[in-house]
């Protein structure tokens, strides 16, 4: 045998090229995908600079045309009442269907719920808005009859956020591993017990992911709140009822902006960028809570 | 190898004309074998054999396999496993598991051996610490993590979480203890640890042991059992099996000559 038979330590000319070829499109695709956000920072911070202030957050709309005075406090506090009720109705059911698909993920039932739901994910939120409309909203329509309002608006979003909330709850339980689950039925635990002490402590930052992004699609949302809640400049007593519709920070904007008024689109970027602040004020409350109830669970039994 | 006891074992797990089914796949043929008391019994044999289905059905693990079923009987102190009265929670209470790899819960050293004793509604600290304390040095563990019970329990090594996962079965008091291949992802420093521990435990304990390792077999074990293709094909005293084995399948598999 010859004594040099192994190639020159080294990486080959060939290796080098596509290394650097394949890293340069890594670092193309990252700030193609980082781009976006810093755009909508920049353009909204840009274009609304000159209406932001304190008081922007905390005054009602004013003057004429309507909001060239005063700030978006209408919006912010509409918008986190439609929040609230969409969770309140969403993450209890979202959470326990996803529960039961987890658990009884191979039984009839579930598999049709879980095709189900995956439809629901696909409706057009303009669909929703005019069901929603129908059922809550309209003296001629099936249900309700609570006019525009909060409550019918908030609902109607909660509807749209189930499915949402129930997908990544029981995707979360499955990326508990399986090892896990056994280790602690082996001991003789029960179903409820391994659920409620162990697969929803590891899974609980996915579940509050699952949570965060309904959210996050309902602050977005405006076509729904056109047809069931519209808007309202002021902070409304009732939530149901002629006088219920609430404010909201996404119709707000898009109101705002239709309108010829150039103060008007200047005050429309400046809640936008208070509304994509919130998202990521959310996003990050979210994750604390996640990672503390984990820190939690670890210390309990 | 240690000599015969003069006194007669006594029978612990009776498993009869025992069959085990995935849907329409049969894992187990008609299985008849008994595991004594305060003996460890191990079970060797190829990849896919049957001797960790066989396992796993003695404490009905396998009962989260959807279409999983058995046939024939399986009994533990002469109570049938699968009898319909029968709550596999408290089988698995009295037979405890260990598995091939180590599967600490994402909690403190002291609340992974808590767990089985917290979920049985057991919440004085005293009791906890002292049978925490106990379980640990039993599990010969104690000395290594006695300062840092708080710390967490992915912080020790692979044997150190092994024992862990042993000390946590032992701390709700089980009667046999069922080792699946409990040290084919350790070290062989710490495959010999377990291997002490075993013959500790014997005393108190009756202990399966599933292994791929002949050799661990040979060492720990008071009586074999080889599997192939879902039939036991032989189950006696260890010696006799690795000197004198009756069948001639067994015997080509333990000289090497298929595995």
């Not at chain 1, 020159?8 to 394949?22: C, F, I, M, T």
Request: glycine share 10%; net charge neutral.
């Amino acid at each position: 045998m010859a004594e040099n038979v192994l190639p020159e330590k080294g990486l080959s000319l060939y290796r080098k090229v596509r290394n650097a070829l394949l890293g340069g499109l890594t670092a193309v695709a990252f700030v193609l995908a980082v781009t976006p956000l810093l755009a909508i920072i920049y353009v909204a911070y840009d274009r609304g600079k000159a209406a932001l202030s304190l008081s922007f957050l905390t005054t009602l709309p004013g003057g004429f045309p309507v909001g060239i005075e005063g700030g978006i406090a209408n919006g912010i506090v509409g918008s986190l009442i439609l929040i609230l009720i969409a969770s309140l109705l969403s993450v209890p059911v979202g959470v326990w269907a996803g529960l039961y698909l987890w658990d009884q993920s191979h039984t009839p039932l579930a598999k049709a719920t879980r095709l189900l739901s995956d439809l629901l994910l696909g409706v057009p939120s303009v669909i929703w808005g005019v069901v929603g409309f129908y059922v809550f909203s309209t003296n001629t329509g099936y249900g309700f009859h609570w006019g525009f309002s909060g409550l019918a608006a908030g609902l109607t979003l909660g509807f749209i956020m189930i499915p949402i909330v129930t997908r990544v709850t029981e995707q979360a339980l499955r990326d508990v591993p399986r090892s896990y689950i056994e280790g602690a039925l082996a001991l003789g635990a029960s179903r409820f017990q391994v659920v409620r002490g162990l697969a929803i402590p590891a899974a609980i930052t996915g579940i509050g992911t699952g949570i965060l992004l309904g959210v996050l699609n309902v602050l977005g949302q405006t076509a729904p709140l056109i047809f069931t809640n519209y808007y309202n400049t002021g902070i409304p007593k009732n939530l149901v009822g002629s006088n219920g519709s609430v404010g909201d920070l996404a119709m707000q904007i898009f109101i705002y902006i239709h309108e010829p008024s150039k103060g008007l689109h200047v005050k429309a970027m400046a809640a936008a960028l208070v509304l994509t602040m919130i998202v990521l004020l959310l996003d990050m409350g979210i994750r604390l809570l996640a990672w503390g109830s984990r820190k939690y669970a670890q210390r309990m039994g | 190898m240690e000599p015969e006891s003069p006194a007669l074992p006594v029978p612990k797990i009776e498993v009869k004309n025992f069959s085990a089914f995935y849907g329409k796949t049969q894992a187990l043929h008609n299985v008849d074998f008994t595991i004594y008391e305060r003996k460890i019994t191990a079970m060797i044999g190829p990849s896919g054999c049957g001797k960790s289905t066989f396992l796993r059905s003695l404490n009905r693990m396998n009962d989260f396999f959807l279409d999983f079923r058995v046939e024939g009987s399986a009994t533990l102190d002469g109570e049938e496993i699968y009898g319909p009265a029968v709550n596999p929670v408290l089988i698995r209470q009295r037979v405890g598991m260990v598995f091939q790899k180590p599967n600490p819960f994402q909690k403190s050293i002291f609340e992974n051996v808590a767990y089985g004793l917290r979920i049985q509604g057991v919440k004085s600290r005293s009791v906890l610490s002292d049978i925490v304390e106990k379980s640990l040095k039993a599990a010969a563990l104690w000395d290594e993590v006695k300062d840092r019970l708080n710390g967490s329990a992915f912080s020790l090594s692979g044997g150190q979480q092994q024992r862990l996962c042993i000390a946590r079965a032992l701390a709700v008091e089980p009667e046999v203890i069922l080792l699946d291949e409990p040290a084919s992802a350790l070290d062989p420093i710490s495959t010999a640890r377990i291997e002490e521990l075993m013959q500790d435990l014997k005393d108190r304990y009756t202990i399966a042991i599933v292994t791929h390792n002949m050799q661990q077999a040979a060492r720990v074990s008071d009586r074999t059992a080889f599997f192939l293709d879902g039939t036991l094909v032989e189950v006696n005293d260890t010696t006799k099996i690795f000197t004198n084995p009756e069948d001639p399948r067994t015997e080509d598999y333990i000289t090497g000559r298929f595995g």
